[in-house]
């Protein structure tokens, strides 16, 4: 897939991710966008050679409530479990 289509569809995933933790935690989207940039998840969102853009939207919530709320170790587990 070329890269500007990769990077596009990787700034989707961000911005429904924030949107989703700006509703789940009551948050402003700073403080939602905060809390993903600081996370593992969202390194490994960003290397297109991952693959994990090309998840569900499910999918890549799931992936990244369990590392806010259990640690980046229930996160890796959660990815490496498939």
Do not use: W
């Not at 989703?20 to 050679?49: C, G, K, Q, W």
């Not at 890549?60 to 170790?73: S, V």
Request: proline share 1%; hydrophobic share 35%; charged share 30%.
């Amino acid at each position: 897939m070329e890269d500007n289509r990769i990077k596009t569809i990787i700034g989707f995933s961000v911005i429904n991710l924030t949107k989703y933790l700006m509703e789940t935690y009551s948050v402003e989207h700073e403080e939602a966008y905060r809390r993903l940039v600081n996370t593992d998840f969202y390194e490994i969102l960003n290397d297109p050679e991952s693959g994990l853009y090309l998840e569900t939207e499910d999918y890549l919530r799931k992936a990244c409530l369990a590392e806010l709320e259990q640690g980046k170790d229930a996160m890796y587990a959660f990815i490496n479990r498939e």
